[in-house]
């Protein structure tokens, strides 16, 4: 595994189809924070079909927002299927945000899935 620095909404040196997996641990929810937010949250999630494989992409966004706060970015681009899965949280009596798991599937649809 190797990792490298870059800025996703702006575009990576890869060609097209270089990954079967992109895993996002909170960057939607970090990019949307930022002053021009809601172009850089679209070009991230453009970005991120662009690189995943046609035959069998798959995207993991993980963030703390609920999905009908995130489902507008996953209506773009030709995404086949999205899951969201609610994460169960430790409960160790600390009040805590929820994560969701958003799934997108780039490739024809082998699950069943649920468009947001």
Not at 1 to 10: N, P, V, W
Not at 29 to 40: E, K, Q, R, T, Y
Not at 78 to 96: A, F, Q, T
């Amino acid at each position: 595994m190797t990792f490298e620095l870059g800025d996703i909404a702006k575009g990576l040196n890869y060609p097209d189809e270089s990954f079967d997996l992109i895993i996002c641990k909170k960057t939607l929810d970090i990019i949307l924070c930022g002053a021009s937010s809601v172009a850089d949250a679209r070009n991230m999630i453009r970005e991120c079909f662009r690189l995943l494989n046609k035959d069998h992409g798959v995207l993991v966004i993980l963030s703390s927002a609920k999905p009908e706060d995130r489902a507008v970015f996953f209506e773009q681009d030709g995404w086949s299927g999205v899951m969201n899965i609610k994460l169960p949280s430790n409960d160790d009596g600390r009040e805590r945000k929820s994560t969701f798991a958003y799934i997108l599937y780039k490739q024809q649809q082998r699950f069943h899935t649920k468009k947001l």
